[in-house]
Nanobody, 122 residues
């Protein structure tokens, strides 16, 4: 059974940092792209960042480029998203997802976690 479990969200002041974690199980990890998406209240779910499991190729949305780092620990089957210099507009539920394709499109991701809330206060 595929399972993705996010953690690490919380309330942080603008300018602060958070590290989100996504623990994965039930996947053949070497064949999956792992990604983070986020969804703010009343808005669509948007791509944030992705990495392929082997090789660590990474890609970021313009909205977080330069302020975030995606990484993975293959021994722990865990993907991380480090968020720095947080802004109020980063407030959202952050979701971890897995796909067989190297893609930014949410429709190509068929495995999703339950999400973790990130709230940035001014």
């Amino acid at each position: 059974q595929v399972q993705l479990v996010e953690s690490g969200g919380g309330l942080v002041q603008a300018g602060g940092s958070l590290r989100l974690s996504c623990a994965a199980s039930g996947l053949t990890f070497s064949t999956y792209t792992m990604a983070w998406f986020r969804q703010a209240p009343g808005k669509e779910r948007n791509f944030v960042s992705r990495t392929n499991w082997i090789g660590g190729t990474t890609y970021y949305a313009d909205s977080v480029k330069g302020r975030s780092t995606i990484s993975r620990d293959t021994a722990k089957n865990t993907v991380y998203l480090q968020l720095n210099s947080l802004k109020r507009e980063d407030t959202a539920v952050y979701y971890c997802a897995a796909s067989k394709s190297l893609t930014d499109g949410s429709k190509e991701y068929h495995c999703w976690g339950q999400g973790t809330q990130v709230t940035v206060s001014s």
